[in-house]
């Protein structure tokens, strides 16, 4: 007996197909992402920095942060001179 591959993935995008909003909210997602990684090409910057290049509130760019963080795309650098805030950098492979 011959199993097809993918079937039960095929099945379930069918019966369950994915919204227009979630469609939405990942590409909002995604396009964030990118701008926030391209922001720390030039360097480690802290959360406010990064607020101000991207223009976006503070929390909003933790909260992209905390994701990247979680799935290893940022790590953590150095405290700053303030002792307020850690900076962020893309993470090294190796």
Request: charged letters at 40%.
């Amino acid at each position: 007996m011959e199993v097809e591959k993918g079937k039960t993935a095929k099945y379930l995008k069918e019966k369950r197909p994915v919204s227009e909003q979630a469609k939405e909210e990942l590409k909002k997602f995604n396009k964030k992402k990118r701008a926030l990684l391209t922001a720390l090409k030039d360097g480690e910057k802290t959360v406010p920095q990064l607020a101000k290049v991207l223009e976006l509130e503070t929390n909003e760019v933790m909260y992209q942060l905390m994701s990247l963080l979680k799935y290893g795309f940022v790590e953590t650098g150095e405290i700053d001179d303030m002792d307020e805030y850690f900076t962020y950098k893309i993470k090294s492979n190796g």
